[in-house]
Nanobody, 121 residues
């Protein structure tokens, strides 16, 4: 039974910070590329960041570069997203996803159910 369980979402003011976590189970987490994807209200899915199995290859969307940091702790089967200097446009439902090989967004193998982030004054 594959599970990806996100946590850490909530309400934060512009300029503030949140740290999202994703606990994985039911598959070999240490062999997988992992991703953060978000869905803004009324719009489609947006890829946010990717990290390979050992954290040696990392990619970010231009919209979050310099503000967000993706990381993983393979001993804990956990993926993280540290979000700093947050903006209202960061508001959305954040999903944790994974794939054995590097893939495009719609081809990811596993998805969590998401954790909601609201950035507002």
């Amino acid at each position: 039974q594959v599970q990806l369980v996100e946590s850490g979402g909530g309400l934060v003011q512009p300029g503030g910070s949140l740290r999202l976590s994703c606990l994985a189970s039911g598959f070999t987490f240490t062999n997988y590329w992992m991703y953060w994807v978000r869905q803004v209200p009324g719009k489609g899915l947006e890829w946010v960041s990717s990290i390979n199995s050992v954290g040696s290859s990392i990619y970010y969307a231009d919209s979050v570069k310099g503000r967000f940091t993706i990381s993983r702790d393979n001993a804990k089967n956990t993926l993280y997203l540290q979000m700093n200097s947050m903006k209202p446009e960061d508001t959305g439902l954040y999903y944790c996803s994974g794939s054995l090989r590097y893939k495009q967004l719609l081809e990811y193998d596993y998805w969590g159910h998401g954790t909601y982030v609201t950035v507002s004054s």
